[in-house]
């Protein structure tokens, strides 16, 4: 399981250093794409291939599909770590979920997520105003 938050700065290459208790789970290569809350996901490559694997099955999908698969396939790349840890963020993924210099990585389960800080801080903001009520409209059965 994915936990924790773990703040890391990205260097003039574009590269993010991927904590090791992540890397332990995530394994060896692993897919970094757009997430839908405006920072990167990322999947190991078992949890990318059920994705995937939902998405194939569809063999006429209907248009919001189309986009959602264009959304995340398209820009989605394969990552491996260097020997420092470290794995190259491309120029599009980091505009998309504007990433500069300082990264927030978050285990949430089943994927990562890598969040601008600042947007991240945003986002946990609101989050938190509304949890109690959040917490009640889930169903966990």
């Not at 491996?80 to 300082?102: C, W």
């Not at 389960?109 to 989050?127: F, H, L, Q, S, T």
Request: glycine letters at 8%; hydrophobic letters at 40%; aromatic letters at 10%.
């Amino acid at each position: 399981m994915l936990m924790g938050e773990f703040e890391h700065n990205i260097d003039a290459k574009g590269r993010l250093f991927m904590p090791a208790k992540l890397r332990e789970s995530l394994g060896k290569h692993f897919v970094v794409t757009k997430g839908v809350d405006g920072c990167l996901d990322v999947y190991p490559l078992t949890e990318w291939e059920k994705l995937k694997n939902s998405f194939a099955q569809k063999m006429m999908p209907k248009q919001k599909e189309r986009d959602v698969s264009r959304f995340i396939f398209g820009g989605a790349v394969e990552a491996e770590p260097d020997k420092q840890g470290r794995i190259l963020l491309p120029v599009n993924l980091r505009s998309y979920a504007k990433l500069d210099v300082t990264a927030l990585i978050v285990g949430v389960g089943a994927k990562a997520e890598i969040w601008d800080v600042k947007r991240y801080a945003e986002y946990n903001a609101k989050v938190e105003k509304d949890v109690v009520e959040l917490v009640e409209e889930l169903d966990f059965e």
